[in-house]
């Protein structure tokens, strides 16, 4: 059974940072994707960031880009977000997703994990 088990959510000021896990278990994705989402109240949920493979290839969306970096340690099946810079606009529950592929929908996701910034 695979899990994805995130962590690191909590309550920041504006400008403070947080850095989220991500931790797989029941199968590797060391040759597929892990990604970042997140959903505000009465939005949908939004792409943040992805990394594929190793972890030479990223992809964020422009509202974080600069400000966010995503990793990932494939000895550990984690992936990381670390969030700098925060704004009370990024207050959502954020959510890992992994897969095997590196294109098409992503099969796996956590339960996710809040993160409320504060002005």
């Known amino acids: 059974q695979v899990q994805l088990v995130e962590s690191g959510g909590g309550l920041v000021q504006a400008g403070g940072s947080l850095r989220l896990s991500c931790a797989a278990s029941g199968r590797t994705f060391s040759n597929g994707r892990m990604g970042w989402f997140r959903q505000a109240p009465g939005k949908e949920r939004e792409f943040v960031a992805s990394?594929?493979?190793?972890?030479?290839?990223?992809n964020y969306a422009g509202s974080v880009k600069g400000r966010f970096t995503i990793s990932r340690d494939n000895a550990k099946n984690t992936a990381y977000l670390q969030m700098n810079s925060l704004k009370p606009e990024d207050t959502a529950v954020y959510y890992c997703?992994?897969?095997?592929?590196?294109?098409?929908?992503?099969?796996?996701w956590g339960q996710g994990t809040q993160v409320t910034v504060s002005p």
């Open positions: 997703a992994a897969d095997e592929d590196i294109v098409g929908q992503y099969s796996y």
């Open positions: 990394v594929i493979r190793s972890g030479l290839i990223t």
